[in-house]
């Protein structure tokens, strides 16, 4: 049995930058290549929900993503990025606001596990459009096991929320 005090969320953000220009042949062959998963290691041993973000763009080909350190979050940062947290009993439970305001269970999590919801957007620029593809990988558990489960694993639930943009 785990020990409720000692578990973490984290949130893994992947996301993925591109405009008109990486929407054919070969660019597009790098965007979709970007891995849904980014290998974790050293997470601060901190009590709450962890946050890191990997950003892969078109200006550097896709490669050589810049990855923010672990940062925690508080429950309105939770909700800016869309979903609310609640321990139940060793378990966590995973919802996912949507744009008209109502609250969806995504799913389950128990001790060492993780889900993966992927999103996707499209805004306007001057000139242009802007693209975006965002991973979440949510992991509840120990922090120090996240890197194993995550490489080792595969995700309780994934949850494709992406729309056609085209």
Do not use: D
């Amino acid at each position: 049995m785990f020990n409720v005090s000692a578990m973490n969320t984290i949130i893994q953000h992947i996301e993925t930058y591109w405009t008109k220009k990486s929407r054919g042949h070969p660019k597009a062959t790098l965007r979709n290549a970007v891995p849904e998963v980014f290998p974790i290691e050293n997470v601060p041993e901190t009590q709450g929900v962890l946050l890191i973000e990997v950003k892969h763009s078109e200006y550097s080909n896709f490669h050589n993503p810049s990855v923010s350190r672990f940062r925690a979050i508080n429950e309105n940062q939770q909700r800016q990025l869309g979903f609310e947290f609640e321990e139940l009993g060793g378990e966590l439970l995973v919802s996912m606001w949507s744009s008209s305001g109502h609250l969806k269970r995504v799913g389950i999590l128990k001790a060492n596990s993780w889900l993966k919801i992927i999103t996707n957007e499209r805004t306007s620029l001057e000139y242009t459009w802007a693209y975006y593809k965002h991973v979440y990988n949510i992991y509840y558990g120990n922090a120090c096991n996240i890197g194993n489960v995550l490489t080792s694993q595969q995700p309780n639930t994934v949850l494709n929320l992406e729309n056609n943009l085209w």
